[in-house]
């Protein structure tokens, strides 16, 4: 119930409901295979074991799985879809958590772009632990229980040493990968044995009634105090973690307090028990409510009564969930029989992975076909783009390319390179939320390349990418992409900002970044952000960016105009509000330039707290017209989001910044 009133009414927050969740599973589950492999001599009934674990966690699974893949594919745009089925077919085989980690998908809050699925990790890691941990016990149990000796001491050292080195991992990692750290099941296995020994001990301590209603009082507040204080995607499974784990521990060691006032009467109270027995089917349907509401009816967020309802909708559908599935279907007389159960459970598992493995290159085929349909397009009459603006050619309306399902995935195509300067990392961006704070190099073009320009600052100049390959591709450049996103070049924010609360990993990722820059790769030609709109503040230079331009000692400078954060998605608004064969219904979705903070004395003029070395180019030429920034131009569709161009569109701006360096440093297009 914590993790779904945070996720619905705290705009998807992490609360610590899910290691409270996690912690609950190891504190039932340890003493329980304890209790087993006693009873038979050593070995644990492994049928019956998986086929209590197909009723109880795969049945209401199922039809949550079949009600995302059909809803998905019915209000999703066609661009996500392919990432859906692949989530599915990993969310079928309870492997959500590594499939995640494997899309470099980071735990996000609540939004219409989040996957459906993501809220799936925590069961796989729940289902991990339960089909490895027989195993693992066994391996200590039988020598022991065939010799007459109890385990449970062996079991309490074995799960000292295992909760010791996860939590060393979790603590390690979290300053490494903290995105794969979250979802990590050894990161997360601490959260299990921790409890899982308590289990084992906690029928050993004599406690009065007075201090085990104290332990519940105090675990309780430890509880739900976690999701003020920390926003657990950023620092948990780490040590941070033990404020809610700990919590509940301090909880079950008070159990059963015998008192009026203990915190363990709350669970007696109606309201309560009910949202208890239903917290299964509850948790597995919010989260696609959540998502499907707010990508049908174009939300950002949930708003108070846009959460009601989804609460409501979800408590429902998780009543229905515990009394047809958990309830009637689990308790079927022919899944009682555990061989049966758990070779059904294959057969779902298996058959429902391989339609979604299908379904998902069915997707793939789909998104690869629309996006060839208009990749020769990009340029030519019918399809200028920028060039309406630079150049001023007219064109006859066209119905706009990408199409709007597309818009979001038209990426720059470093962002799908392999770091030019570590193995040890798969992307060569990082993404806002990530704490790893190693500049990783996007790299295009020769080692031996005469000149070498590098693009940094964010994403704002990242998305750029393509008329600069165009350029590196004709005239021999190394081309270098550092990138961090929700990260303006600049050095000291936290000094000289520190009302943007800028993150300390952005802080220190531009320390390195810029001492890679200066002193490493010494390139001819730096290009970043020479103003800023960070946060939708007004735009202005930092002082922060200047410290960074004076840091790299010399490099001449390319410096871009920041580009506006809008208020909503132009994509969403065409398609909720115009019809894209009419321009003349693009009105609502067309926003005035005056309404988005840009200061006149940064038009065309270069600011004077720009240094000798740069050169002023301002972009706001190359999306701005009559005053205004229109969703479409040369009948391309402008923005992929509320403040990135498309792809498509970048791709029609080469001339813009060719004549910029032509005029700046010619030397480079030689």
Known sequence: MLVVGFHIFGNGRVSGGIDIFLAITGFLAVPSLYRRSIAGGGFIPLMSRFGGLARRLLVPLVPVLVFIAV?????????????????????????????????????????????????????????????????????????LVKTQRDPRRALTIFLSIVTIGSFIYAWWNQGIDQQANYFSSVAR????????????????????????????????????????????????????????VGGLILFLTGGKSYTRWGADNIAQIAPIKFLADVSYSLYLWHWPVIIFYLNYFAKPKLLLLDALIVFTTSLVLGAIGKKLFENRVA????????????????????????VFHWRAHAAESQTERLSTQYEDSIGDVKYPGAKVLTEGIEVEPEHPIPDPDLASTTLPDAYAFAPGNSDKFDSCTLRGNSTRTFPTTC????????????????????????????????????????????????LDQDIYEP??????????????????????????????????????????????????????????????????????????CLEQRANLDDPNTFGECTYNRADYKYDEKYDHASPDDHPINSYYLDTSDIFTADDKFPPVIGNILVWRNSHHVTDVYA????????????DFMPELLK
């Not at 490099?555 to 994509?571: A, K, S």
Request: contains cysteine.
């Open 651 to 662: 791709k029609t701006t080469r001339d813009y910044f060719e004549d910029a360096l032509e």
């Open 331 to 354: 308790s079927l007389e022919i899944l009682k029989n555990n061989r049966i159960a758990v070779f059904v459970a294959i057969v779902v598992m298996l058959t429902g992975a391989g």
């Open 71 to 143: 809803v998905g594919a019915l209000i999703l745009p066609v661009a996500v879809q392919p990432q859906l089925f692949v989530e599915l077919r990993a969310s079928a085989l309870f492997a959500e958590n590594i499939e995640l980690v494997r899309s470099q998908l980071s735990y996000d809050a609540a939004g219409p772009e989040t996957s459906a699925l993501q809220h799936l990790w925590s069961t796989s890691i729940q289902v991990q632990f339960h089909i490895l941990m027989p195993f693992v016990f066994m391996l200590l149990t039988v020598p």
């Open 443 to 490: 790299e295009f073009g020769a080692d031996d390349a005469q000149k070498t320009v590098v693009l940094t600052g964010g994403s704002h100049v990242g998305q750029w990418w393509a008329p600069f390959e165009d350029m590196a591709r004709e005239y021999n450049w190394k081309l270098i992409l550092m990138e961090r996103g929700m990260c303006q070049l600049g």
């Open 499 to 572: 009302e943007l609360d800028v993150s300390e990993y952005c802080v220190e990722w531009n320390r390195q970044a810029v001492e890679m820059i200066r002193d490493e790769i010494r390139p001819d030609l730096v290009v970043t952000l020479g103003t800023s709109l960070q946060f939708r503040t007004p735009e202005t230079v930092r002082e922060s960016q200047i410290a960074a331009w004076e840091a790299l000692d010399g490099i001449p400078l390319l410096l871009l105009r920041d580009n506006p954060v809008f208020t909503e998605d132009p994509i969403e």
């Open 189 to 244: 296995l601490w959260e299990l044995t921790l409890p899982g020994i308590l289990g084992l001990t906690v029928s050993q301590f004599k406690l009065s009634d007075v201090m085990r209603a104290c332990l519940t009082w105090l675990g309780l507040l430890m509880i739900f105090s976690t999701g003020f204080i920390f926003d657990g995607a950023t620092v948990f499974p780490g040590p941070q973690a033990l404020l809610p």
